[in-house]
């Protein structure tokens, strides 16, 4: 009789969390270390901790399922229009875009400043591809470009340090995280890169445009800086904001303070 009774107490929970709009957990999970950030080793704690998160993310965070798939990653959109030093007016569309290898990533340093809980991460990607379909308009390095077909991007050791801004705020008794900007600078070690149809079927200005881009890798990788930080930031922004509404930050951070204590109570309005 008890067993069936806990059976479905148990069964009503788990409808419970299935049918909320919002299931967040409320249990600390095992696969993330909780630290005090007024403890000397934070940071040290704070990026093992941020590292076992990339880990799980990778096989999926249980009951997570707004997530569908981190590696690969699928990106829809991505529109730049940009003027720089080598490009003047470039536009470029990426769609049906597909990122590898955000499942490698190593993080190197988790910060979290206690003024305002923003965060500087700093992770490494041995290996990031990227391959969707684009159109171009513009010049890069000189060449003036009008075409649209298939890119594929890879980056060896890609370095990137990443900003992030939130505000706590309370669900469930628990402070959470409201990731409201995310920002990159990156740097890389290499960048193989490959677009069909630059021009039109003209196959050996193709040729010859690819091998130049592949020659001067650091001068496409900065004339295509804003594509490739923009599409890191749509990545971590929409992926960041989806685990903090899930997992309390005080899972991360157990000394937290809460929204009130950080922000001060909101006085009352004036009658
Ligand atoms: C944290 O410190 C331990 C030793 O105190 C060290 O072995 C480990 O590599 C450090 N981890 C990070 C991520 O810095
Ligand atoms: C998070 O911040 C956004 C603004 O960036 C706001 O629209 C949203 O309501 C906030 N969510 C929560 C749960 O506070
Ligand atoms: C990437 O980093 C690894 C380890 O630091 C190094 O062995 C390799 O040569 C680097 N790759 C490039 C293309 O520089």
Known sequence: MSEL??????????????????????????????????????????????????????????????IKSFDPFHLNRIRISQGNSNAINL????????????????????????????WKTTFTLPVMKLQGDYSLFGRILLIPLNGRGQVFLDADNMTVTMHTKTRLYSK???????????????????????????????????????????DNWRMLADALYTVITQTIEDILLDVLKKIFHFIP?????????????????????PK
């Open 5 to 66: 009774i806990r059976r479905a107490v148990l069964l009503g929970l788990l409808i419970r969390f299935a049918r909320s709009d919002d299931p967040f957990l409320t249990d600390p999970p095992d696969y993330i270390k909780e630290c005090k950030i007024a403890d000397k080793n934070f940071v040290n704690c704070s990026t093992q901790s941020i590292q076992q998160l990339f880990d799980k993310l990778n096989d999926g965070i249980p009951g997570l399922t707004s």
């Open 91 to 118: 536009k470029v569309e990426l769609a049906n875009i597909k990122i590898f290898g955000f499942g490698h990533t190593k993080v190197i340093e988790s910060l979290v400043f206690k003024k305002d809980y923003s």
């Open 172 to 214: 469930g008794g628990f402070t959470f995280y409201n990731v409201t900007n995310c920002r990159v600078d990156f740097k890389m070690d290499g960048l193989k890169s490959y677009f069909s149809n630059l021009f039109n079927g003209n196959k050996q200005l193709e040729d010859s445009t690819n091998k130049f881009f592949n």
């Open 249 to 269: 930050a005080n899972y991360f951070v157990s000394d937290i303070p809460t929204p009130e204590q950080l922000y001060g109570k909101t006085k009352p309005k």
